[in-house]
């Protein structure tokens, strides 16, 4: 596709519910990120993958999170038992290879009640 | 590990002048610098980078300066239009560490 492409846009659910998030990246981009957005405040890192393999999983918060590429190209984003302050944008970037510009996607917007 | 300092958290210009929002950073490996404007609702849009090896980049109306010894860059937009009013953020990230870090954001808005 032309860009960085996410679904859902947005995901409402429930304290303790698990969900999914997808990020499909522009075709051929080797390298994918995903990054935490909170209210007012810039991206956060959480995961790296270059290829298949998370390269650098060090901004994950805790062990409810968990990431996957299975294929190099999406990824799915999961968290496990969601909680109040797990509402935040998740935003998703790819990037040619290592070190080179990545471009976001829109994001995810997702608010645990 | 690395933290980015942004400044001013908001900024208002009048159409037509120059509006300038400064970072600092701590890791004094980072060697490269892109600035992202983000629209409501939206995702973060690069729309210039500096790597270490220059001291400045310009783009038509915007620029970008680095001086590494202070450790600090700079983001220069000339000739503000109503289309330049969003959040803006700069980020750094070391070599050999693709993840970036990211300030706490500049929130520009043009007064026509």
């Known amino acids: 596709g032309a860009g960085v492409s996410q679904t859902p846009s947005n995901k409402v659910t429930e304290k303790g519910k698990y969900v999914e998030l997808r990020c499909d990246p522009i075709s051929g981009h080797t390298a994918l990120y995903w990054y935490r957005q909170s209210l007012g405040q810039g991206p956060e890192f959480l995961i790296y993958?270059?290829?298949?393999?998370?390269?650098?999983d060090s901004g994950l918060p805790n062990d409810r999170f968990f990431a996957v590429r299975p294929e190099g190209s999406v990824s799915t984003l999961k968290i496990q038992r969601t909680e109040r302050g797990d509402s935040a944008v998740y935003l998703c970037?790819?990037?040619?290879?290592?070190?080179?510009?990545?471009?976001f996607g829109p994001g995810t917007r997702l608010l645990v009640l | 590990g690395e933290n980015v300092e942004q400044h001013p958290s908001t900024l208002s210009v009048q159409e037509g002048d120059s509006a300038v929002i400064k970072c600092t950073y701590s890791?004094?490996?980072?060697?490269?610098f892109p600035w992202y404007k983000q629209e409501l609702g939206k995702g973060p849009q690069l729309i210039i980078d500096?790597?270490?090896?220059?001291g400045e980049k310009k783009d038509q109306r915007i620029a970008v300066t680095l001086n590494k010894t202070a450790k600090h860059f700079s983001l220069h937009i000339t000739e503000t239009q109503p289309e330049d009013s969003a959040v803006y953020f700069c980020?750094?990230?070391?070599?050999?560490?693709?993840?970036?870090?990211f300030g706490t954001g500049t929130r520009l808005t043009i007064i026509p």
């Open positions: 970037a790819s990037s040619q290879g290592a070190t080179e510009t990545q471009y």
């Open positions: 500096i790597r270490s090896n220059v």
């Open positions: 890791d004094s490996a980072s060697n490269y």
């Open positions: 993958f270059q290829g298949t393999g998370a390269a650098d």
């Open positions: 980020a750094a990230s070391p070599v050999g560490n693709e993840k970036l870090t």
